[in-house]
């Protein structure tokens, strides 16, 4: 298995605080990326990375925010929880820009 | 925008019986296809690369296909063991990103 690790694995949480999602990985790849995966919709990129402190968003990146301050963390921030958060999330690595990504187990978020 | 769009959504299969998952695509200048496979309460497992018009690649069962326009993954003589989310994602040129299709839910029935 690629080393990539998600923590918490499982997390439930009240509408409106705070939750960190962390990614950490072994591999010392570049690029890192944040998924959701929905019923319905498939995997949906939140935001990417493509080196420390260089980030960019995805197609749905609204209500989520960020940071890479050292290559082999990646952190996914929501601000003030909202149900419609409520989903699976997915930890992505690759080595370089057009190569296979290796994916983390996900971290199951309930926001009630 | 990039679009990947995969047929069927869902598919039950007899164990034995040979099937092909599509996955058509429309991007700007494509510079990799990718296939995976998906366990139920799992991260995707990458299977395949392809980068050009006529490669093909292949694992056990599995074989891979790609065209222009779409990609096939050909499933021979499939097992219950087979039985999976297989997700296929693109990368255009000028991006750093994947984009993934819905997927194709395969069940192999014993």
């Known amino acids: 298995d690629a080393g990539i690790t998600q923590s918490p694995r499982h997390k439930v949480t009240e509408t409106g605080t705070p939750v960190t999602l962390r990614c950490h990985q072994t591999?010392?790849?570049?690029?890192m990326y944040w998924y959701r995966q929905d019923p319905g919709h498939g995997l949906r990129l939140i935001h990417y990375?493509?080196?420390?402190?260089?980030?960019d968003k995805g197609e749905v990146s609204d209500g989520y925010s960020v940071s890479r301050s050292k290559t082999e963390d990646f952190l996914l921030t929501l601000e003030s929880a909202t149900s419609s958060q409520t989903s699976v999330y997915f930890c992505?690595?690759?080595?370089?820009?057009?190569?296979?990504?290796?994916f983390g187990q996900g971290t199951r978020l309930t926001v009630v | 925008e990039d679009q990947v769009t995969q047929s069927p959504e869902a598919l039950r299969l007899q164990e034995g019986e040979s099937s092909s998952l599509n996955c058509s695509y429309t991007?700007?200048?494509?510079?990799?296809l990718f296939w995976y496979r998906q366990d139920p309460g799992k991260g995707p497992e990458f299977l395949f690369t392809?980068?050009?018009a006529g490669e093909e690649k292949e694992k056990e069962r599995l074989k891979a296909t790609l065209t222009k326009k779409e990609s096939f993954l050909h499933i021979t003589a499939p097992k219950p063991e087979d039985s999976a989310t297989y997700l296929c994602?693109?990368?255009?040129?000028?991006?750093?990103?994947?984009?993934f299709g819905k997927g194709n839910q395969v069940v192999v029935i014993p």
């Open positions: 992505a690595i690759r080595p370089g820009a057009n190569t296979e990504a290796f």
């Open positions: 591999e010392n790849h570049r690029y």
């Open positions: 990375s493509y080196g420390v402190k260089d980030t």
């Open positions: 991007v700007s200048g494509l510079r990799g």
């Open positions: 392809l980068y050009s």
């Open positions: 994602a693109v990368q255009a040129g000028g991006n750093n990103r994947l984009a």
